[in-house]
């Protein structure tokens, strides 16, 4: 079956601009993860959602950057007003919802994001 | 809280030969730890994962992981190098209820004829 899908899969933006990535999580996984991996902090956890709610979003740099899901499938990151340091690449997981068991994560090829 | 470290950014090793990738954890509960592997501008593909029960795990493309809880370390290994491992290798582990992941910075592998 289709995968964890993200688009664009890579994006170049000028400093200042806002931004919106987007992910198609595996259909009926509840739960969906998104994490940034850049060369100098690695991989980090962003924000988790289960179903269109966010109870983690621990892991959010600044106030620029917020996230939504809807109809508890696609979900948007946005990234407001760029900076250089955002530059990255953001990948997005998502897992079935187990009860009782521990949930593999699918993860998505990612968007390549450069701030210019 | 959760913490892992990966020893050494980069391995090299011939094909054929022995692969060992080391991974050392900090959990103040019991953990959940995990290998993935990152190919060339591809998404993180599971390999293997430990949560209870037998510790030496077996995953995918003849990888095998030995978790050791009195030496907090879950190091990967394979056999017999193929030229299709070069990768990237991610060790991880659980923190939360949310199953959110804490990775380590990652191994590069590199086989060489």
């Known amino acids: 079956g289709a995968g964890v899908s993200q688009s664009p899969s890579n994006k170049v933006t000028e400093k200042g601009k806002d931004v919106e990535l987007r992910c198609d999580p595996i259909?009926?996984?509840?739960?969906l993860y998104w994490y940034r991996q850049s060369l100098g902090q690695g991989l980090e956890f962003l924000i988790y959602?289960?179903?269109?709610?966010?109870?983690?979003k621990s892991g959010l740099p600044s106030d620029r950057f917020s996230a939504e899901r809807t109809g508890g499938s696609v979900s948007t990151l946005t990234i407001q007003r760029t900076q250089q340091e955002d530059s990255a690449v953001y990948l997005c997981?998502?897992?079935?919802?187990?009860?009782?068991?521990?949930?593999?994560?699918?993860f998505g090829p990612g968007t390549r994001l450069t701030v210019t | 809280a959760q913490s892992v470290t990966q020893l050494g950014s980069h391995v090299s090793v011939s094909e054929g030969a022995l692969v060992l990738l080391r991974c050392n954890y900090s959990?103040?509960?019991?953990?959940?730890l995990f290998w993935y592997v990152q190919y060339p501008n591809q998404g993180l593909q599971l390999l293997l994962k430990y949560t209870t029960g037998a510790t030496l795990v077996k995953g995918i493309n003849g990888f095998e992981a030995e978790f050791k809880k009195s030496e907090t370390s879950f190091h990967l290994t394979k056999p017999s190098a193929h030229m299709s491992d070069a990768a990237e290798y991610f060790c991880a582990v659980r923190a939360g209820g949310y199953n959110k992941l804490i990775f380590g910075a990652g191994t590069r592998l590199a086989v060489h004829p």
């Open positions: 259909s009926g996984h509840t739960a």
């Open positions: 959990s103040s509960v019991p953990p959940y």
């Open positions: 997981a998502s897992s079935p919802l187990e009860a009782g068991g521990l949930y593999e994560q699918y």
């Open positions: 959602f289960q179903g269109n709610s966010a109870p983690d």
